[in-house]
């Protein structure tokens, strides 16, 4: 691409196209998007020929990197057949052949799959499942939700309700009427459970559901907690019928070390939500698993149906990659060769942890935050992470913040020499934007 094509897309691109997440008035003004031509592994190529290190996998994705030779052969070679059918009175392999694999592979009891698009939809499906099964078992006052401080599940009316990232539910909290949030257990665990058990003791009968993101709360600023809390909270929900939905949108497929974070507490939520690295940055596609007691609440007589849907429900391109994706990770042992990385990973951020001006370091497995000290306030608007955003670009790396948290979630299987001159990039950084304050 000319430099003159690259200004003419930019200023189309600013013309016409409403980006997510972006004050556009700056940006129309003063915005110099990155323009991505080609992506091969961990690296970005730019229209003037730059390569950039992809520091979060792109927006979380692409955890076997940009174009997985044999996620882009599984993906045309399913074009080649058929692109799309209706799931309604139809069926196929990609769509069976993955829903077998997800359930062998996912933690115990969750045994049948429901197919949407994306991670909102995938919890979306998630709360009408577990607020439908109360109500047409026997027990309809169980029908709303407990959520934590912090949260975030995704973007539809019902999942934002259920997030408690001010910037983005702050305008919708009327429609969240059926949403408690509790205290999290990234502000302390002890008091976190003990705020659970209170609820539930008090209104467990009028409670159908509890949703966590587990061990790490993603965009609501990395903030990270340890298994005892899953444990006391699979515990506490059983013991009042409360359904434990676990959403790994982000933690699932081996973020944080292990290939789901219920693994590292030992145990099995009843509803199970996987998006982003499920079809590998590939495609939008996405699952809800649960177990044969709420799928058996969908039986009997008389007939019915859990009547929910999308267009794109069980999408063969997007059910067929995702098989590959679970292949690949037995074939190339991407979750054991990840935990060298990993400890690269936080022994730099622990080293970043020592700078004047950098606060509350956390690494688990591949992803690893840190807070920058800031007039700003914190919280996602915070401009702070924006200076070393600037600078990394700069020297070669995409390293998007999450207001003054500045974090790394590469792909898993990024190679060592990468890893190293992404590490290596924001240590620099942070250097300059620190020795300025
Ligand atoms: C990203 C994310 C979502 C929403 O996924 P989309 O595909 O953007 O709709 C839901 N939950 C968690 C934990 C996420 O990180």
New binding site residues.
């Given amino acids: 691409m000319t430099p003159a094509e690259r200004a003419d897309l930019v200023l189309r691109d600013k013309r016409y196209v409403w980006h997510p997440y972006t004050p556009m008035e700056a940006y129309e003004k003063e915005g110099r998007p990155l323009v991505i031509q080609r992506a091969r592994g961990v690296r970005l190529e730019d229209a003037d020929g730059r390569s950039l290190i992809d520091g979060n996998a792109s ?2 994705t692409s955890l076997l990197g940009h174009n997985h030779p044999r996620l882009v052969r599984a993906l045309t070679e399913q074009a080649g057949e058929f692109c799309h059918v209706a799931l309604g009175g139809i069926t196929h392999a990609p769509a069976v052949d993955l829903a077998e694999a997800l359930c062998a592979r996912a933690p115990a009891g969750l045994s049948h799959v429901f197919y949407s698009d ?6 979306e499906a998630a709360i009408k499942l577990c607020v439908q099964y109360f109500h047409q078992n026997g027990a309809p006052k169980k029908a709303s939700c407990l959520a934590l401080e912090h949260a ?4 539809t009316l019902g ?1 934002t309700s259920l997030g408690d990232v001010a910037a983005f539910s702050a305008p919708f909290r009327k429609f969240g009427t059926f949403v408690q949030h509790l205290p999290s257990p990234a502000d302390g665990a002890q008091a976190a459970i003990d705020a659970l058990e209170r609820v539930l003791r008090d209104q467990g009968d009028s409670i159908a559901a509890l949703v966590l ?1 587990p061990l790490v709360q ?2 609501g600023g990395m903030r990270f907690y340890g298994p005892e809390y899953l444990r006391a909270a699979r515990e506490l929900t059983l013991e009042h019928d409360v359904l434990l939905v676990l ?5 699932g497929f081996g973020r944080t070390g292990t290939f789901w974070a219920a693994d590292a507490a030992g145990i099995s939520p009843d509803v199970l ?1 996987l ?2 690295g499920l079809s590998g940055g590939i495609l ?1 596609f ?1 699952a809800t698993l649960t177990t044969d007691r709420v799928y058996a609440g969908f039986l009997g007589e008389p007939a019915r149906a859990f009547h929910y849907g999308h267009t794109y429900c069980g999408n063969p391109l997007g059910a067929r990659v995702a098989l590959e994706v679970l292949r690949v990770y037995g074939d190339e042992q991407i979750i054991e060769l990840a935990e060298a990385k990993a400890t690269r990973l936080a022994a730099a951020f622990a080293r970043f942890g020592e700078m004047r001006g950098v606060t509350r370091v956390r690494s688990r497995g591949m992803c690893a935050a840190l807070e920058l000290e800031s007039a700003g306030g914190g919280g996602y608007l915070d401009r702070a992470g924006w200076q070393v955003y600037d600078l990394a670009l700069e020297r070669g790396a995409y390293v998007r913040p999450l207001g003054n948290v500045i974090y790394l979630a590469p792909a898993l299987n990024i190679p060592d020499a990468d890893l190293d001159e992404l590490l290596a990039i924001l240590g620099e950084s942070l250097e300059v934007v620190l020795a300025e304050k």
């Fill in positions: 927006w979380w994306n991670g909102s939809t995938a919890v975030f599940h995704g973007e999942v993101e993603g965009a959403d790994e949108v982000f933690t939500c998006a982003k939008p996405a």
